[in-house]
């Protein structure tokens, strides 16, 4: 009896304890779901500005109302299911989502477009948190490698948005947004699945007395908390930068290279796509050879390329966006996963809080720049962007926790 219970608590410690790639793949397409969903507002930016009648102020506080909305209630979710994790709001997560498309594809007012935004943003904040904890769970110990696959299904789901926007929405209008909803559909069918494991997996590590995180990192509260303020600092730059090309690439394609709607939304797509490849490469690489490392190389080392965009061809352009995408991209899992070994036990709070500042940085650096484009030039927007990349510099300030495997 005593050997048969032995037995069962070591498999059960075993199970919670392994890699479960199938979870990590199915939250990830998951992942690709929801910010696809999320992708049809800035792709159907140059829709809705005809329209609408808009200006880049506009089209910028739109961006503001949808990030802010996704940022500020993230960081609140993380922290409250810290304490009790909450499995199905994955799925009440999906159901804002669809509701704010299905009210952005019959939208006749520029309120009821922030209204839409604004309803795909709390969806995007209950998803996210949970989400990422569900990655952290069924990682394995290989946290750098899990957040690198949950990241790649949303920057899929965000580089395919606008291609789908383009081949569904612009040539028949704003109205076929709705067929996005299939997308949320979808998303509900896996993530109610995933919600069941999850359950089931919780039940089993408190079963087996295992928490989330058995070390601590040997550092002061106050390195600790000077650490966390420079990895959000370093969101600033690598998301305000984001916004710029995520929001406005499409505009400076046109405005300086005459290029029709369809045709600049490929390159974005290209532009995302290579965002989605460099966030598979960050996770890794720094699960071996220390995070602190790819987050220097991450974002001090797409400054080079950033500062030469302005200045190029088309050509180049479309070079110099696959390699500013590949190189900035792999930061993020790097510093979100660093983050967490900063705070272990806090991975719901501390992934609603860098998710949500990163929503944050994207919306408010929309706004800055489409009010800026408005006032100057939408090549100045570019100009004055391309040198945030060389906030990377405040990298040195990190600590050294890389931890053998």
């Known amino acids: 009896m ?21 979870v990590l793949f199915s939250i990830a397409f998951a992942h690709l779901l929801n910010d696809l969903m999320q992708a049809v507002i800035p792709a159907t930016y140059p829709i809705l500005k005809a329209n609408f009648n808009l200006n880049f102020t506009e089209i910028g506080l739109i961006t503001f109302v949808f990030q802010l909305t996704a940022s500020l209630l993230q960081p609140f979710v993380g922290f409250y299911t810290d304490k009790k994790p909450m499995p199905y709001s994955l799925v009440i997560g999906m159901i804002f989502t669809i509701a704010g498309l299905c009210l952005l594809s019959i939208s006749h007012a520029f309120w009821m477009l922030l209204v839409s935004v604004g309803l795909v943003g709390i969806g995007s904040s209950i998803f996210h948190p949970e989400a990422s904890r569900v990655a952290f769970l069924g990682s394995g110990g290989k946290r750098g490698l899990a957040q690198s696959i949950f990241q790649l299904g949303g920057n899929a789901g965000s580089a395919i948005g606008p291609l789908l926007v383009a081949l569904i929405v612009a ?11 299939i997308a949320g559909i979808l998303g509900i069918l896996i993530l109610s699945r995933i919600a069941v494991w999850y359950e089931n997996h919780m039940n089993l590590r408190a079963a087996n007395k295992i928490n989330f995180e058995e070390t601590t990192v040997p550092l002061s509260n106050r390195k600790i908390t000077i650490s966390i303020i420079v990895l959000l600092l370093l969101i600033f730059s690598k998301f305000f930068y984001m916004a710029s090309m995520s929001s406005y690439f499409t505009f400076y394609l046109i405005d300086k290279f005459g290029m029709s709607i369809q045709d600049s939304q490929f390159y974005l797509f290209i532009f995302l796509a290579s965002v989605a490849a460099g966030t598979l490469i960050g996770g890794p690489l720094g699960d071996r050879f220390g995070r602190k490392y790819i987050i220097w190389i991450s974002i001090l080392g797409a400054a080079p390329f950033t500062l030469l965009l302005p200045y190029a061809n088309l050509f180049w ?14 930061a993020f899992s790097a510093i979100l996963v660093f983050a967490q070994e900063l705070k272990p036990g806090k991975v719901g709070m501390i992934s609603g809080l860098f998710f949500g500042f990163a929503f944050g940085m994207g919306g408010l650096g929309s706004a800055v720049l489409g009010y800026v484009a408005d006032q100057t030039s939408i090549e100045y927007v570019f100009k004055i962007s391309s040198y945030l990349p060389l906030i990377g510099v405040l990298t040195y300030f990190l600590p050294n926790i890389k931890k053998k495997a």
């Not at 005593?2 to 199938?22: E, F, R, W």
Request: charged share 5%; no cysteine.
């Open 317 to 330: 352009t479309g070079i110099l966006s696959v390699i500013i995408g590949i190189v900035i991209a792999s």
């Open 171 to 181: 040539p028949f209008g704003q109205s076929h947004i709705v067929w996005f909803v």
């Open 2 to 22: 005593s050997s048969s219970s032995n037995t069962a608590t070591i498999d059960g410690k075993v199970l919670v304890q392994k890699t479960v790639y199938s």
